[in-house]
């Protein structure tokens, strides 16, 4: 049995009826940088503001799976207007200490941000899965300044598997 989203619309589904380990859940994590003076591609950091460039320690741009899952979309606005702009899903397993210098990710989309202070979307869906304890992180690598950037970041996580 697999319950998502509006297959329960009131309290009427209860107790037994129910076995959450069987959940399907959405569940979104919010970012935020600033980088008006260069389009060079960051990774956005996890629990803490703002981004870093891909080589380095990576240290703050790593999310661990809590458990299987995909990806489903970005959210993206800009005070710039960075243009063509690559979303991308970056994965490592156990054993790798980083995503590497460059980069490859599992799964990219583009957008054209090309107005400020407009959201666009990508959404993912080819190689967009992992697997829990995986590592993920996000890349971002526009063509023109990233301006200030505010991200929505919505994976979707099966607690059943």
């Known amino acids: 049995m697999q319950i998502k989203g509006k297959q329960i619309r009131d309290n009427t589904v209860t107790g037994d009826d129910v076995n959450e380990d069987t959940l399907i859940l959405k569940y979104f994590t919010t970012h935020k940088y600033t980088n008006t003076s260069g389009n060079d591609e960051k990774l956005i950091k996890f629990n803490a503001a703002g981004s870093d460039n891909t080589g380095g320690s990576q240290v703050n741009n790593k999310f661990v799976a809590p458990a299987n899952g995909k990806l489903i979309k970005i959210m993206f606005r800009s005070t710039g207007t960075p243009g063509n702009t690559e979303l991308a899903l970056l994965k490592i ?69």
């Not at 959201?119 to 993920?136: E, K, P, Q, R």
């Open 93 to 161: 397993t156990n054993g790798t200490e980083n995503f590497g210098s460059p980069i490859s990710p599992v799964s990219d989309v583009s957008i054209d941000a090309a107005t400020a202070n407009t959201t666009y979307v990508g959404v993912f869906s080819t190689n967009n899965t992992f697997n829990a304890g995986d590592v993920l992180g996000i890349r971002i690598n526009p063509a023109n300044n990233h301006g200030n950037v505010d991200l929505t970041i919505v994976w979707e996580f099966d607690w059943n598997s």
